[in-house]
């Protein structure tokens, strides 16, 4: 078993840090899809930057490591009570090390466990087979991207595409209208598992299995090939793009799997996952431990060597002629009405993160630092001390903004904030605040965690840590931090923008396409 948890540890480290093989080709394809000189163009090279940064760091692709879900296959008479507690040492050991960040919070009380163990966390799930090998499959899938996820009861009505049907081109609608109403908001480009029939709970597990498939592989059902040919070809046209962003490349991978259901129900279940698609797998000796072999290492790899140095340059090199402002805080109220959707900031200075609990703590309480002038970060960074007890950033890559959106306008007049940088943008209420208040949401590329911690010089300080790890909020002081503006104080959002054009887009393929 010591053997075993030592092989599993190195499974969570590999999965964390680097993207397997065919992930990366699926990247390497969509970046030399993409149009030069875009905002698309630029987050994808930022993203193949992160991607090598990671690998060279042996630190987090993205900051949120999200829920560790093993799937294990065991040879009858394995002793999977051992497993499991040789799985739960290597993730205390992983999250002592900074491979993953502390994700575990008890539901009522808010409490984060700091080791990444909890009810329920993480999830294993044991299967025994007749082989002679331990098959050991992982996938850490980020909150912001299963927010995305999304389940449709047949028949129902779709925004765009109208009736829904319990049938193969139902089912295809609904596929289509789960990328759209993800928008860039679980990190596009992105790729879907789809599960068909079950119910509600084995329906959304069925969906999540198809992202334990390669990427290249072929559907053996023949409906169920042509209907992810479909989707692949069609979905990119819905120009949601890289972090909606706009452009070509929005779908990276579709998966699907079908199973029986009973004559009441009809679920469609759609696991989103983001560009970061984080999952690997290995067969384990079940004598020695040891790992035997790596899965999921097929074909061509990918080297984003010549993207690194763009990446540390923030891959403004993509964009051609763009306005480029830097923003030193505290920022006037001047400086931000002279900024724009689609300008290019770099921030030198400090900033201070806030997530869900800041957020929430911020509307009933005065703001432990000065927010006035100042720019919020939504991050949730990973976090670990070095020898001399001071804080070091190990990645740093922003959250998903629209979980805000309940506090961020209040927020922003409250206190006087002038800029909050996150990922997907915001909505109407935070757009209004920014116009009446002068403020401006700035786009940085989600799950970038290490470029992102590149321009982060230093940890200045951090207040209400009680809240864990990544809901604390950190003082950073930052250099080159470079981001897009999307949501401006004159009343124009890209996001807005984006999702309005790709419901238009959307509607035709409202038509039958499968009889």
């Not at 397997?20 to 699926?26: E, S």
């Not at 049938?167 to 990328?179: E, M, N, Q, S, T």
């Not at 998966?255 to 696991?271: D, E, L």
Request: aromatic share 6%; with cysteine; glycine share 10%.
């Amino acid at each position: 078993m010591e053997k075993f948890q030592q092989s599993m540890y190195e499974l969570i480290v590999e999965t964390s840090t680097k993207l397997p093989k065919d992930v990366r080709r699926a990247i390497a394809r969509a970046k030399a899809r993409e149009n030069a000189g875009t905002r698309a163009a630029m987050a994808l090279a930022t993203i193949a930057g992160n991607i090598k940064m990671a690998e060279e760091n042996v630190s987090p692709i993205c900051q949120d490591t999200g829920l560790p879900t093993f799937k294990i296959k065991v040879p009858v008479g394995a002793n999977q009570i051992k497993m499991k507690e040789a799985i739960h040492a290597a993730i205390v050991q992983a999250t002592k090390e900074g491979k993953l960040r502390p994700n575990s919070v008890d539901s009522l009380t808010g409490k984060n466990s700091g080791d990444n163990l909890g009810v329920g966390v993480p999830v294993i799930k044991f299967e025994q087979w007749e082989n002679d090998y331990i098959d050991v499959r992982l996938i850490l899938k980020g909150g912001g991207c299963e927010n995305k996820n999304i389940q449709y009861s047949l028949p129902c009505e779709l925004e765009g595409l109208g009736r829904a049907g319990r049938d193969l081109d139902g089912i295809r609608k609904c596929i289509l209208h789960a990328v759209y109403q993800a928008q860039g908001q679980g990190c596009s480009a992105g790729f879907i598992g789809v599960g068909i029939g079950g119910d509600r709970a084995s329906g959304y597990e069925l969906a999540k299995d198809q992202l334990f498939r390669s990427v290249d592989d072929v559907n053996p059902n023949e409906d169920l090939r042509r209907l992810e040919e479909y989707i692949m070809e069609n979905a990119n046209k819905l120009g949601i793009g890289t972090m909606g962003f706009g452009g070509e490349s929005t779908l990276l991978g579709c998966k699907i799997g079908v199973m029986h259901r009973i004559p009441a129900s009809f679920f469609v279940s759609v696991a989103y996952n983001c560009w970061a698609f984080r999952r690997l797998g290995v067969k384990i000796d079940p004598e020695t431990g040891e790992i035997t072999e790596w899965l999921y290492q097929e074909g061509e790899d990918v080297d984003f060597e010549k993207e690194l140095e763009k990446a540390k340059t923030a891959a403004t090199a993509e964009l051609g002629e763009v306005r480029e402002i830097v923003l030193e805080p505290p920022i006037t109220e001047e400086q931000i009405r002279q900024l724009k959707v689609g300008d290019v900031v770099r921030i030198n200075g400090v900033i201070y993160t806030g997530r869900d609990a800041i957020h929430k703590y911020l509307m009933d309480h005065d703001s432990p630092v000065d927010l006035n002038g100042q720019i919020i970060y939504h991050c949730g960074p990973v976090m670990l001390k070095d020898e001399n007890g001071n804080w070091q950033v190990k990645a740093a890559g922003p959250t998903t903004s629209i979980r805000e959106e309940p506090y961020q306008g209040d927020i922003i007049k409250k206190f006087g904030v002038r800029a909050v940088i996150g990922k997907g943008g915001m909505g109407a209420k935070t757009l209004q605040a920014l116009k009446e208040h002068g403020g401006v949401y700035l786009n940085a590329i989600g799950g970038a965690a290490q470029y992102y911690a590149d321009c982060i010089k230093s940890v200045e300080g951090v207040d209400l840590l009680e809240f864990g790890i990544p809901e604390a909020m950190w003082h950073l002081r930052v250099e080159n931090f470079t981001a897009v503006v999307t949501m401006d104080a004159h009343g124009n959002s890209l996001h807005e923008d984006v999702e309005k054009s790709s419901l238009e887009k959307l509607a035709q393929f409202k038509e039958p396409v499968f009889k």
